[in-house]
């Protein structure tokens, strides 16, 4: 959807007035969590607002706020969703829910609102300009301590999305990369704004990992992309191996290996030898992983081996706070490529690490145990066994919230569980 066709140029700015309690009630809520703008359009119009008046306070075209009301039409730019919350008059706990940050000043929102046709319409004069950027300049006086806050704030949600899921974090990471964002595109260039960056990437990679697991893909792409632009702002050679790296998992979830393969190998050569030891043994996991996914089972194992091999005998590295790695790890993981691969040995591998696996893990990293436990007992002829791995897994999976490991379930277990449509709950998959 092309956004400058959408905008109204030099409509009049008059923000719709929706209660405050409505933004509480729950059916509101959920609209926000799912971004359903169809949704969210339909209670302004519950208030009073017509379709012409949401067109002049959003600044889009009628016939488009038609079309979106009808389903006719989606909407995923950032830029006409936050248009469209500030037309709206949407509430800063609102906003979160959405995915945007808080509300910025009157003055700020009314010029982002009308856009660039009404810039081009009246340009504002230099002075009105050079005192915006001095305002915005001053706001991002980006300082170490800070950025130092920003990573243990990523840290924290990095900690609670093991535990819980991307459920219930998903618009907290989204507002804290939207923050982060906002403050690099007005700091001075130097060592603090690349440090700003490498932070900025990180969130974003966990961003994307997060928009994934809720089954939004086009969601997901974007923040890796994002992770990439910052990693390389910041020069960190090992974030940006990590970032692009962690990327081909939304490539393996679109059945599109051969992609993944060829993006991974590109993120691993060149600078694999100056990379820590604990991210290259993570890099040939995941190289493992998509090799199975392709049906290459002695690659994969040999990439598993040499996982094994450069994992450090400490493996805790305070540098790389993204990354969670132990033997115990690596098993799970040879036996989720053993499991793929229609092997009934991941049995062995997957039972020991499920017994090793941490408190803080037992969320939607058990649930992944269980489906892989389910797939390779269903390998080795045991249906009972893989109906009750089936079963947990979609109880733990429902719990945090995880829909790939729903669509997962069912994209691998009904087909070989004659009760797979009792025991699998099947997610949404969008975006």
């Known amino acids: 959807m092309n956004d400058r066709k959408e905008v109204m140029p030099g409509h009049a700015w008059e923000r719709i007035d929706i209660p405050s309690w409505a933004w509480e009630r729950q059916q509101t809520r959920h609209l926000l969590r799912e971004r359903d703008i169809a949704g969210l359009l339909g209670l302004a119009q519950a208030h009073g607002a017509s379709q012409t008046r949401i067109a002049s306070a959003t600044g889009i075209a009628q016939g488009r706020v038609s079309e979106i009301l009808s389903g006719r039409r989606t909407v995923s730019s950032l830029q006409l969703i936050e248009r469209i919350a500030d037309g709206l008059g949407m509430p800063d706990h609102s906003r979160i829910l959405l995915g945007l940050a808080p509300r910025r000043t009157p003055q700020e929102t009314a010029h982002s609102a009308v856009g660039d046709a009404t810039d081009r319409a009246a340009p504002p004069r230099a002075s009105a300009i050079d005192h915006q950027v001095r305002e915005r300049l001053e706001v991002a006086s980006v300082d170490h301590a800070l950025i130092r806050l920003f990573e243990a704030q990523t840290q924290n949600l990095r900690l609670i999305d093991r535990k819980l899921g991307a459920h219930y974090l998903l618009a907290q990471s989204q507002a804290h990369v939207q923050q982060m964002h906002d403050l690099l595109h007005h700091s001075i260039p130097g060592s603090v704004r690349r440090d700003l960056a490498r932070v900025l990437a990180e969130a974003a ?44 998992y939304v490539l393996l979830d679109t059945d599109r290996s051969d992609e993944a393969l060829a993006a991974l190998r590109a993120a691993h050569d060149g600078g694999e030898k100056s990379l820590p030891a604990l991210l290259r043994s993570w890099l040939w996991a995941v190289e493992g992983e998509v090799r199975a996914a392709l049906g290459q089972e002695r690659e994969s194992q040999r990439t ?27 098993l799970r993981w040879r036996g989720h490529c053993l499991a793929r691969l229609g092997r009934g040995e991941a049995i062995e591998d997957l039972t020991r690490a499920l017994d090793g696996i941490a408190p803080l893990e037992l969320g939607r990293a058990e649930a992944g145990l269980r489906t892989d436990l389910a797939l390779a007992y269903s390998a080795h002829g045991d249906l009972t066994q893989a109906r009750r791995q089936a079963r947990n897994a979609a109880e733990l999976s429902k719990r945090s919230g995880s829909v790939r490991q729903r669509a997962r379930l069912a994209r691998l277990l009904e087909p070989q569980t004659p009760s797979g449509g009792e025991d699998v709950e099947q997610g949404d998959e969008g975006s």
Do not use: C, I
Not at 304 to 330: C, G, I, K, W, Y
């Open 304 to 330: 598993l081996e040499r996982a094994f091999l450069v994992l450090p005998q400490q493996p805790n590295d305070p540098s790389l706070p993204f990354l969670m790695l132990d033997h115990t790890h690596l």
């Open 205 to 248: 990679s966990l961003t994307g990992w997060q928009a994934l697991d809720a089954g939004r893909v086009a969601t997901s792409w974007r923040y890796y992309e994002l992770a990439k632009a910052a990693a390389r702002e910041s020069e960190d050679l090992v974030v940006l191996a990590h970032v692009s790296a962690e990327q081909t």
